[in-house]
């Protein structure tokens, strides 16, 4: 649990593994079975991001996925609608620079709901700390496909940012099973607590399998020994 607060007692920051991003098409019909067999091969966190349905839709949606995701002990976020959030359809939110404040965010969702924020550099990851977010979402860490050109920031000041945050730290950007294994094999304090995909397998021909091949090259973090 993280040290810097006190965490929501169903957050735990291993459900963080492997967090899958949806990647906006919009599509319920077609986005419930990949969630499905996502979780299969692993994922424990769905973070919904898809800025062209209403609330409404997205309401409707997190009635349709948070049962497969509790079944699994998962969590369910939706990004930037902390209204969806705060009536409960969601185990929380997913908020960035476009968003309210992430203490106010937190002030509206109380303690109990997880909240992330989309972070990259020092200074985000420290006003997530301060506000009381339970992880950031590091990005980019690697090029990716759906933004060509951006600059990114490699693994290691990845590994250097995320050594010097206060709060859990997962890592987003063009994430497949070389740049999972490049993540494991960095030095603890350098490893993110997981990481966060949208092609690797929403794209994938085989969703379940996609994730369980990204988990076995980012295998979960060796605990300390009891004292």
């Known amino acids: 649990m993280p040290t810097m607060r006190t965490a929501p007692r169903r957050f735990d920051p291993s459900l963080l593994r492997l967090v899958l991003v949806t990647d906006g098409h919009g599509d319920l019909g ?3 079975p990949i969630v499905r067999a996502a979780l299969v091969g692993g994922v424990r966190c769905v973070q919904l991001r898809e800025p062209r349905w209403t609330a409404r839709m997205l309401f409707q949606a997190c009635e349709r996925l948070r049962p497969m995701v509790d079944t699994v002990g998962g969590i369910l976020l939706v990004n930037d609608r902390l209204d969806v959030a705060a009536v409960g359809a969601a185990h929380g939110a997913q908020i960035g620079h476009r968003s309210l404040p992430p203490s106010a965010a937190r002030q509206l969702l109380g303690e109990g709901a997880v909240l992330g924020f989309s972070a990259h550099d020092h200074g985000e990851l420290d006003a997530a700390a301060d506000a009381g977010c339970d992880f950031a979402l ?7 496909e759906s933004k060509p050109g951006l600059p990114h920031l490699g693994e290691g000041r990845a590994g250097l940012l995320t050594a010097s945050a206060r709060l859990p730290v997962v890592w987003l950007g063009g994430i497949g099973p070389e740049q999972a294994a ?39 973090a060796a605990q300390p020994p009891a004292v």
């Open 30 to 32: 077609r986005l419930e």
């Open 182 to 220: 490049l993540a494991a094999a960095l030095p603890p304090g350098r490893r993110p607590v997981g990481l966060a995909v949208r092609g690797a397998v929403m794209h994938a021909a085989d969703p379940q399998r996609a994730g369980e091949a990204l988990l076995r090259a980012f295998p979960a």
């Open 138 to 144: 590091l990005s980019p860490v690697w090029a990716t």
